[in-house]
């Protein structure tokens, strides 16, 4: 199976607008400098915490990408990813290393939101006809 064409170029983004250069760098290297001094307050795990999330969030975007893309192992991508953005959420929820806004008694049913909403989304890969007709299996 062909890929179907890249995410950039359906966006009309051409070859000289790609890479962390010019604006991109500085809004990067901005959201570091407001970042450093809270996790210097939060501590180690915090600062282990956060980086978990964001690299969570890039296994997102490169399973999102190579779904649009059509990559023959996308949809086990997407499974990994999932899997990974759903732990990593009952992490946040489930331990204090991260300061919350959450009222009193609401940590169970949020978890339990969570879990149901990852596990429809890896019920839908795993069961859908189209999933299967675009991607083999």
Do not use: C, K, Q
């Amino acid at each position: 199976m062909s890929p179907g064409p890249s995410f950039l170029d359906a966006a009309g983004v051409g070859p000289d607008a790609r890479g962390v250069r010019g604006w991109l760098r500085l809004l990067l290297g901005l959201a570091v400098a407001r970042l450093l001094p809270t996790l210097g307050d939060r501590g180690l795990a915090a600062a282990g915490l956060v980086a978990l999330r964001v690299l969570v969030a890039g296994l997102g975007v490169a399973a999102a990408l190579a779904l649009w893309n059509r990559r023959p192992h996308a949809v086990a991508l997407a499974r990994v990813a999932l899997i990974a953005s759903g732990l990593t959420g009952l992490v946040v929820l489930l331990t204090p290393i991260l300061p919350s806004n959450r009222l009193p008694g609401t940590t169970l049913p949020l978890a339990a939101g969570l879990t149901v909403y990852y596990g429809a989304w890896l019920a839908y890969l795993s069961r859908s006809r189209r999933v299967r007709e675009t991607f083999g299996g």
